[in-house]
DNA sequence: CCAAAAGTGTTTCACTTACACCCATGA
DNA sequence: TCATGGGTGTAAGTGAAACACTTTTGG
């Protein structure tokens, strides 16, 4: 025990990079700074990890009491630790990345944070820290995991149209697919549900529903099944 | 900046995954404890984070102090913060995964280590604290890693045969390859190059050497290629 | 000359890509 | 009836996988 306390310790916090799609384009979940350093600038949510819960409940945590953002898929994206990254000493920070398929729903500011918003990933303001570096990093884990795991159905309704889906693959691979490869390749890895439903007041054919197959999703993954798009 | 003092803070450490490839076996290196908690108990090589060097720094640090292995390429693998994952108190780690060429030189324990040594990652010892976990974690990582990145180059000597190459492979993913298949889809990759060199003191014929041409790596992987095996 | 690993091509199959038109619906 | 997006099939090309024998060398 001993041994461990002869140095000084960092301060340890969490940040999240929390996505959203919203009529084609990639968002981000900020928050104005209620308090120094950086009073006033936009930067991630986050804050001081506790010394009874885990880091990712922290992450859940610090999210919810400044945004009021909840139910979210968090996972962890990597550790900063640049000596000089926080102008208060010593800071680390365990950055997570995070999808919510509610956009609509407007954040609510709170705790340390004197607004929240979103922001589209595209032009970002001038970020507290080194808040832009992680949010690079989040947006290339994205990128490249949205190709090999069926996180995009984070960002969607429980039901969406296959249209809608393309959307949400092509805003955030950032390139054109093509409408019937595109369909043919989810369709043909049997992990969508036709719900049976259509789109409602439309001005135009009414798209099909669908639902992700989670149970199926997990069985075929156990038989060393191979999810890409 | 009290604010950041408000609090108690965790200890922050780093521990070290490194791996090397040893007769047709994945190896790790570990180290005996020659402290308490878990002493003589076997374990990752780390330590405490010092406050003026970064995670990378403290993880090569720790590394070379406790085994005496350096020129290690490593890399971010996760951080863990688990209240209980240390009896001594709150402790995160940051966990770093490392690959090395040169299994034959005996690692040399020293500071906190009364032992260094490559063990089997078939068949290791019990593990202080959750190590084994972390272990498991860089496994996968390697495995994920080693298919779509070419970092199999950093276990092998400088210059190797095609066949050790595919044993590395092999070994890595575990399963067997088909020569023909792997040999025309390395060489197509074009980032090998003949040395014109071949084996020495070899009881059969001697296979053609080839060295990883990095610059020419990097050089695709600018052009969007794909390494993929 | 024997043992041991080096080296070498072809065929098959699956998957990816490119590409254009008719259909249903609400306004 | 028109505007809007929904929905559909085929052919060509590319890459992965399966598969067996000859060559070289040292002992």
């Known amino acids: 025990m001993a041994y461990s306390y002869e140095y000084p310790r960092p301060a340890l916090t969490v940040d ?5 799609v919203d009529e084609g384009a990639l968002k981000i979940l900020l928050i104005e700074r209620g308090e120094d350093p950086f009073k006033g600038c ?17 992450a859940a945590r610090e999210l919810k009491e400044e945004t009021n953002v909840g139910k979210v898929y968090l996972e962890q994206l990597y550790t900063f630790g640049a000596p ?15 999808l919510v398929n509610r956009v609509e729903h407007q954040p609510q500011a709170a705790t340390d944070a004197s607004a929240a918003a979103w922001y589209s990933a595209a032009k970002l303001p001038k970020l507290a820290f080194d808040h832009k570096e992680i949010v690079s990093l989040a947006i290339e884990r994205l990128r490249a995991k949205v190709r090999y795991a069926p996180i995009g159905f984070e960002l969607l309704p429980s039901k969406f149209s296959l249209t809608q889906l393309q959307r949400l693959y092509e805003t955030v691979l950032d390139r054109e697919l093509d409408k019937r490869n595109f369909r043919k390749k989810v369709l043909g890895l049997e992990i969508l549900i036709d719900t049976g439903e259509t789109e409602k007041n439309v001005p135009r054919r009414a798209a099909q529903l669908y639902r992700f197959d989670r149970k199926k ?13």
């Open 217 to 229: 999703y997990r069985q075929l993954t156990r038989d060393g099944f191979n999810f890409e798009i």
């Open 16 to 20: 999240c990079v929390v996505f959203g």
């Open 84 to 98: 000089k990254r926080d102008p208060r000493g010593r800071v680390v920070t365990v950055a997570y990345y995070g």
């Open 42 to 58: 936009w930067a991630l949510p986050g804050g001081f990890v506790r010394m009874d819960e885990t880091l990712d409940a922290a």
